[in-house]
């Protein structure tokens, strides 16, 4: 089995980015990516939609997951595989909001710090950020 290599976000990418609802998480990395000049849409593993996340996981050249574990949630709902994967690891939603300050802080770091050194899973400790 071939070995994908990751590397960082570019312009030409159209990332798919999924936390479990497509309300917060998502929503503000989708943001953070359209400020870098990066395509991403936001959706939720849980109410997109077979067909709807199998199109779009097929039309993107990244999937960005905001939980550990749930490509996994992705991959049992289609019938393809999907194109390389990248966990900015945020926790379970405790923000609510796309716009909160915090979020979008610890998003921009996580993406810099994916830009620097691109790796399957990023987590707020990769970044000297703690979750209370």
């Known amino acids: 089995m071939a070995t994908i290599q990751l590397t960082p976000f570019t312009t030409t990418d159209r990332v798919l980015c999924v936390c479990q609802y497509g309300h917060s998480r998502s929503v503000a990395l989708a943001r953070l990516l359209h400020s870098q000049n990066i395509q991403?849409?936001?959706?939720?593993?849980?109410?997109?939609?077979r067909k709807f996340i199998e199109m779009l996981v097929l039309e993107s050249t990244k999937v960005v997951t905001l939980q550990d574990g749930y490509l996994g949630k992705i991959l049992n709902q289609i019938d393809c595989l999907a194109p390389p994967h990248v966990c900015l690891d945020v926790g379970p939603d405790r923000w609510v909001n796309p716009y909160n300050a915090e979020l979008a802080d610890l998003l921009s770091k996580m993406f810099t710090s994916y830009q620097a050194d691109p790796r399957p899973?990023?987590?707020?400790?990769?970044?000297?950020?703690?979750?209370?």
Do not use: K
């Open 40 to 49: 991403a849409v936001s959706i939720g593993w849980q109410t997109a939609g």
């Open 121 to 132: 899973h990023v987590t707020p400790a990769d970044v000297g950020h703690v979750l209370p």
